[in-house]
């Protein structure tokens, strides 16, 4: 047949260490139908400095793949919130093989078609919280690209008619399809008139929505006589694909019949008639293949004599009392983002018969539905059983309802399809169920009620259920509790939702309490984050005696936005805001960077109008410089050297005037400017190097004593005049007096010790 290859990239984007599923980078891909094959070729690189990295460490990166929906993972092996299904997917480890650069491949023969979700991330690392723009990190980048082969003018067998085939001695296999409209209970696929070779030496393989595998339903002509291939609950919907293959070491052309009967079960005596408009033929996708047999590896057959179809009575022999039953709609409502409810009509309140089941259909959007959560609740109405012993299962299943009669209504399982059971009873009424990630389409609940016994559970007589019924979509399981934050997130055009817990709670609803702060852990660290600004007290006590009024209320401005915004940081329940976080934050922030840049301008000694020039550009520069980035290191570091080079400027110009070292008392600086210089350096270097997620409440709250305790050491004294000269004569008239204060200018404490001369000159 003909091969068309399409190739499908991604921007690469950078990985993060996995915390929840809101750390992870997520890429969606779509796969075309009568896909063969599809093969994911993974690149990860690593970069440092805008250069690859090749000094990185090797970090191993897991890719989780799935169609339909996001994968549910749980690398931390962490508890999942109760009545939780959770899907399965595929994983894959990436490791090294080059010192900045890996590359791996999965393949997937025969891919379901649609929506297909790729989840990448690094392993959990240590939580070192890292100041911004400190060093280059390593950033380890992922790309995956997609190439898929599909096949075209696949054959298309339609229901009732027989297609004639003939297989050449170099080909090995024939493929075909049929679609399954809605309503079908049974599909049956029959090979007929094998020629050519000594006991129809064929394979029988169907399967749903993909080209047959190794392991799919398969028949072997040769030992069953005659050979077909009956499906019982098929997928509504959907294309099924008949692929009939030689089996190895046959030689020579054979030739045989294939025909398709599709059992209606809203029409349980008949099968669907070849010449009637059935709802397979209203209801055909328009992507049709070719008429006529196509073999794999070969050109499309002529149309005579293979490929020809004609309508052929078939016998069928349908199971007695095989029948379907309505199935009552929803009504979809839409509140917000993966906020939708679905209503019964007549509801909530649905009765569950005695003698048939109770079928309702949700039907999710593609791709917009499949980010949320879909949550269902069922409530028993014990009052409506008259005292019986009743007992009313759902069976939740994807695509098709579960309708058999049989022991499937309790354990929701048959040969070929697997659903979600929910059960409530006299002693345990309430159910619920909860599908993080539910695949897209039509979900259909069976509701059946049943009475046990002695020998089991067995219909009812007479008795009918009365079922409360709530099915909804939301964003995250239970908003995340109290421990966690649902967030809305997305990736390219495609949303979805993901709880961030906090507290140490972990878990897909933040419900796993297994390395969860006690309340006393999270009021100890929220005391101490609040109370450790109390050593600002000394600072601003130190600052009034000197007359250092401004930078008294930066000092008190600072302790007061720090105590508050720590008190409403905290991640548990220990938690208390007195306006906006962001407003606190920023506060918080903009005093601690304006209490380093005053305390630093006011050791420069400089007149006090330069003084108070700097203090109103440095506020206006560091709160423009805090709207732009608040985590970046120049923020702190900028500001702080800029300060130190007018200090410096002025302690040098003062130096080089008197000749003398500036400030010149040794005492000066043994027992005030080095111990507060070495307290400010500790202080940078433990919130640099040592804090992290884990220890952050004490080691931030070390920082917050070490930064207040450096500002009383480095803060100068107060310039104070000598007291034994007497005021001299002011000249009168226009003009002005300049003081000149050699204690302040020799950076004194006591003014007693030394012999001082104030001298006013005009």
């Not at 054979?254 to 005596?269: A, G, H, K, M, N």
């Not at 009765?351 to 269902?376: H, K, Q, T, Y």
């Not at 089991?456 to 009365?466: I, L, P, Q, S, W």
Request: net charge neutral; aromatic share 12%; with cysteine.
């Amino acid at each position: 047949g003909l091969f068309v290859t399409d190739y499908f990239t991604r921007t690469p984007r950078k990985l993060s260490p996995f915390r929840s599923f809101a750390s992870i980078e997520l890429f969606h891909f779509h796969i075309p139908e009568d896909t063969v094959i599809a093969v994911w070729n993974l690149i990860t690189f690593k970069e440092q400095g805008g250069t690859f990295g090749d000094q990185c460490p090797d970090r191993s990166i897991t890719v989780y793949f799935r169609s339909g929906a996001p994968s549910v993972i749980n690398p931390l092996h962490t508890h999942f919130p109760r009545d939780t299904a959770v899907p399965g997917s595929f994983a894959l480890t990436l490791t090294w093989t080059l010192p900045n650069r890996t590359t791996g491949v999965f393949n997937v023969t025969s891919p379901l078609p649609g929506d297909w979700f790729l989840a990448a991330h690094l392993p959990k690392d240590e939580g070192k919280i890292s100041v911004k723009g400190l060093y280059e990190e390593c950033q380890y980048l992922f790309q995956p690209q997609l190439i898929v082969q599909r096949l075209v003018n696949i054959a298309v067998l339609y229901p009732g008619y027989v297609t004639e085939q003939s297989m050449a001695p170099h080909n090995r296999s024939c493929l075909y399809k049929v679609f399954v409209p809605s309503y079908t209970s049974r599909v049956l696929v029959e090979v007929l008139r094998c020629r050519g070779a000594k006991g129809c030496p064929l394979w029988l393989r169907v399967r749903a929505k993909a080209p047959p595998l190794h392991n799919s339903t398969a028949l072997d002509c040769r030992e069953h006589a005659p050979c077909h291939l009956a499906l019982d609950l098929p997928f509504w919907q959907h294309w099924y694909y008949v692929l009939v293959e030689k089996h190895p070491g046959v030689l020579g052309t054979i030739s045989f019949q294939v025909t398709v009967q599709l059992t209606d079960c809203s029409r349980p005596i008949l099968a669907r008639p070849p010449f009637l408009p059935s709802s397979a033929s209203m209801n055909m996708p328009h992507s049709f293949g070719s008429m006529g047999g196509l073999a794999l590896g070969d050109s499309p057959l002529p149309a005579s004599p293979n490929g020809t179809k004609h309508p052929v009575p078939i016998p069928t022999a349908l199971p007695t009392g095989e029948q379907c039953w309505p199935v009552r709609p929803t009504l979809r409502n839409e509140l917000d983002t993966f906020s939708v409810h679905f209503y019964i009509f007549f509801g909530p309140n649905v009765s569950v018969p005695p003698d048939r089941p109770a079928v309702f259909v949700i039907n999710l959007l593609p791709v917009l539905d499949s980010g949320g959560v879909l949550n269902l609740e069922l409530r028993l109405n014990v009052s409506s059983l008259c005292g019986e012993n009743v007992t009313v299962f759902g069976c939740l299943n994807h695509e098709v309802p579960l309708m058999s009669a049989d022991n499937a209504s309790i354990t929701c399982k048959t040969e070929s399809l697997a659903g979600f059971l929910l059960s409530v009873n006299t002693t345990a009424s309430l159910s619920h169920l909860r599908i993080p990630y539910p695949q897209t389409g039509s979900w259909y609940l069976s509701l059946r009620s049943l009475c046990a016994t002695e020998h089991g559970f067995e219909t009812c007589t007479n008795v009918t259920a009365e079922v409360y019924l709530r099915a909804y979509l939301s964003p995250c399981i239970d908003d995340c509790g109290i421990y966690g934050q649902c967030k809305l997130l997305r990736t390219n055009n495609y949303l979805y939702a993901a709880c961030e817990c906090k507290a140490g709670w972990n878990g897909w609803g933040c419900t796993d309490n297994a390395e969860a702060f006690s309340y006393g852990f999270q009021l100890l660290s929220t005391l101490l984050l609040c109370l450790s600004n109390v050593m600002f007290v000394p600072p601003v006590a130190i600052a009034v005696r000197s007359h250092y009024l401004l930078e008294a209320a930066i000092y008190i401005f600072t302790m007061f936005f720090s105590t508050f915004y720590h008190a409403c940081d905290q991640p548990g329940i220990v938690v208390f805001c007195i306006m906006e976080y962001d407003v606190l934050q920023f506060c918080d922030f903009l005093g601690s960077l304006m209490s380093v840049w005053v305390t630093v301008i006011a050791m420069a000694r400089l007149q006090p109008m330069v003084k108070q020039v700097l203090y109103l550009l440095g506020a206006m520069l560091l709160s423009m410089a805090l709207q732009m980035d608040r985590h970046g290191l120049w923020n702190l570091l900028g500001p702080s050297l800029f300060a130190l080079g007018i200090m410096a400027i002025a302690w040098t110009a003062r130096t080089i005037r008197r000749r003398h070292c500036y400030p010149p008392t040794w005492k000066r600086w043994a027992f005030y400017l080095c111990p507060g210089v070495l307290i400010a350096a500790a202080a940078v270097l433990l919130y640099t190097f040592v804090e992290t997620e884990e220890n952050y409440f004490y080691i931030h709250s070390i920082w917050h004593l070490l930064i207040a305790g450096s500002v009383g050491f480095l803060l100068p004294p107060r310039a104070k005049s000598s007291g034994r000269l007497g005021s001299l004569p002011r000249r009168k008239g226009c003009g002005y007096q300049l003081c000149i204060n050699e204690q302040e200018e020799l950076g004194l404490v006591d003014p007693a010790v030394a012999s001082i001369n104030s001298i006013c000159t005009s």
